[in-house]
């Protein structure tokens, strides 16, 4: 466990670009999202190092963003939320409800008001988590795999398990559109990612939360009022989740109660990746940034590969799920051993 | 009596009595001898992966990559069994499967014991390595022609009985196996140096390891036994599946551990009962089979379930409120 002297050494430096790139674990990490890109541009010639292919993956990896911001706040209080995927779900369903109203005709108030539902409804089950876990003294672990079950549920007593598709076309330029050829859904992550990093590193709030993580009978006596803290980081994980369930609902352009199960585990991954500690206390943005990448790279990139034989055996979904398991392990062995050396 | 009415198993029994009487109220068709049977049956693999879990979670651990392994041991036996033809008994398959389970269990202890970290990280990561190399390598089709033997133990039955409609009914004999395998780790909870180790573990890990507990070697043993468990729930399962499909399991992790935990056991370890875990599985199984007699839509099963979760782990919470500022408690 990290002491307080670390947290404050690490606060009272200036994050100037060279600090931050100078921390062992960013630059190894750098090292292994670089090597994947190279790799596997050198595995598909031609077709992977592509504007057609980086753009695409720029459409691609920003839910993937979002759930992991969420996760990594969460991590960071010494807490996980497994609940992101269904708040997402079920904030998409919100809006979805109320798009689907419009039925083509022109209808300006829709949008905003499918946004907000969709914000509203996610706030609302991460105060019940923050409820459940910061006044009931739940294990994060068992209550969001409670509400896990409950939102998914609800989201399937919703829609009978079917999906609720077809919204207006301004609505679906949110996960298909582009701005100067910037993909808008990895705007509105980079925008997520930039408001994580300002909470962590320069407010109050993050500063409290990474203490939580740290060493929270420290937290209890030195008088943070705890019940709050995970109040607000659950509401804040929670919206985090509903962002991206905006964006996955207007890329696909349609919501389901089951959509994107296996993002749960990628986004876990991701944050460990991202050298996030699972046990509190720390974890940065730049780590995310570049874990998602990799995991993206790696993705597209085992896609592409799909088609030819590979050692003898096809590559499919499962020789990614695959690869991403022993990614896990092989990263919490690296950041194991970097720890005890 | 005073003891009895402190006891977390008591009122589940009792919330378990009042819903089964409620139901057959309801719907006559649930107290009969068919579907107590049935329920039997349906509680048997969810059982055994359960043993396993409460374990686990005994230890203050978590693991959920047990329904990998139990979908991997169970596929590559069938598969194994196939190639070579076997028409022998239907243990040689029993150990198979255990020895596969055993296996990835212990990979799961090595890695634990290696990366020193949360273990529900570690077998979030073991489990899809399982899954994936299972799906990716071994093969996807499902196999609908079981060796021989699996599909004799699937029709072998006890108290067989044959109904005015000439249907004949029987508890199948794979609830046996259950029953041993309740009886063998209650005994190693309650009785053995192990057993005590597993929930010292659970309490306080420093304390045990002062007491002189080879933590190490009580954790070899967890993660080994439950992988174990979890080959044979999975050969239990195809048998009365009478298939084995690689897809299967997988998924139903969260409300195995939700079992446990409804069972009573603590997720921070160092408390949880057999007697609990099993009525746990029970009320769940109930809760999901009465659904369909009760003529309910089955997407509500989620609901229910996840209800029932967080209304009992939120009930347990409330109760043992008297350690409010101890900061342990947020954790």
Redesign the interface.
């Known amino acids: 466990m990290r002491q307080m002297s670390d947290i404050q050494t690490d606060c009272d430096r200036r994050p100037t670009a060279w600090s931050v790139l100078s921390r062992h674990h960013l630059v190894r990490l750098l090292l292994v999202t670089t090597t994947v890109f190279i790799l596997m541009g050198v595995l598909n010639p031609g077709r992977f190092l592509t504007w057609r292919n980086v753009t695409s993956m720029g459409f691609q990896f920003p839910e993937l963003g979002v759930f992991a911001l969420a996760i990594m706040l969460s991590l960071i209080t010494?807490g996980?939320d497994l609940s992101v995927i269904g708040v997402a779900n079920l904030a998409g369903l919100a809006a979805a409800f109320i798009l689907v109203r419009s039925d083509g005709q022109p209808c300006p108030w829709c949008i905003p008001a499918a946004i907000c539902a969709a914000l509203l409804a996610s706030v609302t089950c991460g105060l019940i988590n923050g409820v459940?876990i910061?006044y009931?003294?739940?294990?994060p672990?068992?209550?969001t795999?409670?509400?896990?079950?409950?939102?998914?549920?609800?989201a399937?007593?919703l829609t009978?398990?079917q999906a609720v598709a077809g919204y207006p076309e301004t609505f679906q330029r949110l996960g298909n559109g582009a701005v100067f050829g910037v993909p808008l859904p990895l705007l509105i992550f980079l925008g997520c990612a930039a408001i994580v990093q300002v909470l962590l590193a320069r407010t109050s709030l993050g500063l409290r939360l990474q203490l939580?993580g740290t060493n929270?009978?420290a937290?209890?006596?030195s008088g943070l009022r705890?019940r709050r803290l995970?109040l607000r980081t659950y509401a804040l994980t929670g919206l985090l989740a509903g962002v991206a369930g905006l964006i996955v609902i207007s890329r696909t352009n349609a919501a389901k109660a089951d959509y994107g199960s296996s993002y749960l585990?990628q986004a876990?991954?991701v944050a460990?990746l991202a050298g996030v500690d699972?046990?509190g206390g720390f974890g940065t943005v730049w780590g995310i940034l570049l874990a998602v990448l990799a995991l993206q790279s790696l993705s597209s990139g085992l896609n592409m590969l799909r088609f030819q034989p590979v050692i003898g055996?096809y590559?499919?979904n499962?020789?990614?799920?695959?690869?991403?398991?022993?990614l896990?392990?092989l990263v919490?062995?690296l950041n194991?051993r970097a720890r005890a050396t | 009596m005073r003891k009895l009415l402190g006891q977390h198993e008591f009122y589940l029994a009792m919330i378990l009595t009042v819903l089964v009487i409620a139901i057959g109220l309801a719907n006559p068709a649930f107290l009969t001898r068919a579907n107590l049977f049935d329920l039997c049956k349906s509680s048997t693999v969810m059982g055994l992966f359960a043993l396993g879990v409460l374990i686990v979670l005994t230890s203050g651990g978590?693991d959920i990559s047990f329904a990998a392994i139990g979908a991997f041991s169970m596929y590559v036996t069938s598969r194994l069994l196939l190639a070579v033809d076997f028409q022998g008994s239907v243990w040689v398959a029993f150990l198979l499967a255990s020895l596969i389970g055993l296996a990835l269990g212990l990979f799961n202890a090595v890695?634990i014991n290696?990366?020193?970290?949360?273990t529900?990280?570690?077998t979030?990561?073991?489990?899809?390595?399982?899954?994936?190399?299972?799906?990716?390598?071994i093969g996807?089709s499902i196999v609908n022609r079981l060796p021989a033997g699996m599909i004799a133990f699937s029709r072998r039955t006890l108290f067989e009985q044959t109904l005015a409609t000439g249907e004949t009914i029987g508890l199948s004999f794979s609830f046996v196996l259950y029953l041993l395998a309740i009886v063998a780790v209650a005994f190693v909870l309650r009785y053995t140096l192990l057993g005590r180790g597993i929930y010292a573990l659970g309490g306080n890990a420093e304390a045990a390891e002062r007491v002189g507990f080879n933590l190490r070697r009580v954790q070899f043993f967890i993660y080994g036994f439950v992988g174990l468990l979890s080959g044979v729930a999975g050969l239990v399962h195809a048998c009365t599946m009478r298939n084995a499909n690689p897809f299967d399991l997988v998924g139903t992790e969260?409300?195995v551990?939700?079992a446990v935990?409804l069972g009573g056991a603590s997720?921070?370890g160092g408390r949880g009962t057999v007697l609990g875990a099993v009525l746990g599985v029970f009320l769940i199984v109930v809760i999901n089979n009465s659904l369909i007699l009760l003529g309910i839509?089955s997407?509500?099963?989620?609901?229910?379930?996840?209800?029932v979760?967080?209304a009992s782990?939120?009930i347990t919470?409330?109760r043992k409120?008297g350690v409010?500022?101890a900061?342990?408690?947020?954790?």
């Open positions: 010494g996980i459940l910061g009931l003294h739940i294990t672990i068992l209550a795999l409670g509400t896990m079950q409950l939102f998914t549920g609800i399937f007593v009978k398990g939580l929270p009978v937290a209890v006596y705890i995970l585990l876990v991954l460990i699972p046990k055996t590559i499919n499962f020789t990614k799920e695959f690869t991403w398991g022993v896990l392990l919490m062995a194991r | 978590i890695s290696v990366l020193r970290l949360p529900l990280i570690v979030l990561g073991s489990a899809s390595v399982f899954r994936g190399f299972l799906l990716a390598f996807t969260l409300s551990i939700a935990v997720i921070t839509p997407y509500w099963q989620k609901v229910a379930t996840g209800g979760i967080i782990v939120a919470a409330i409120d409010r500022h900061a342990a408690s947020w954790r």
